[in-house]
Nanobody, 123 residues
Framework: QVQLVESGGGLVQAGGSLRLSCAASTRTFTRVNRGWFRQDPGKEREFVAAIRWIGGTSYYADSVKGRFTISRDNAKNTLYLQMNSLKPEDTAVYYC????????????????WGQGTQVTVSS
């Protein structure tokens, strides 16, 4: 069964850093786009960052640009999100995703999702 498993979430003070990881259970995910989304209770899941499997072009939401970095290690089937200068408004459940849609910034372009990992930033 295909699985995406996130890890690395936790509680951190404002200004701190965390690195999220998303391990894939199959090498199928080396040939698809990969993305990170986040969701607060009562809100829609929003785009955070994505990376194309062809060319490795990366995309970021304006709210995280310059603070977050997405990367992938195909040899390990793992996607990462390095989050620096964290703010309380970054608090959310973070989900990784994999898919072959045309626009990796769109939530409905993804076919597979992880279970999510909680990130809490205290002020």
């Amino acid at each position: 069964q295909v699985q995406l498993v996130e890890s690395g979430g936790g509680l951190v003070q404002a200004g701190g850093s965390l690195r999220l990881s998303c391990a894939a259970s199959t090498r199928t995910f080396t040939r698809v786009n990969r993305g990170w989304f986040r969701q607060d209770p009562g809100k829609e899941r929003e785009f955070v960052a994505a990376i194309r499997w062809i060319g490795g072009t990366s995309y970021y939401a304006d709210s995280v640009k310059g603070r977050f970095t997405i990367s992938r290690d195909n040899a390990k089937n793992t996607l990462y999100l390095q989050m620096n200068s964290l703010k309380p408004e970054d608090t959310a459940v973070y989900y990784c995703a994999a898919g072959s849609g045309a626009d990796p910034r769109r939530r409905n372009e993804y076919d597979y999702w992880g279970q999510g990992t909680q990130v809490t930033v205290s002020s």
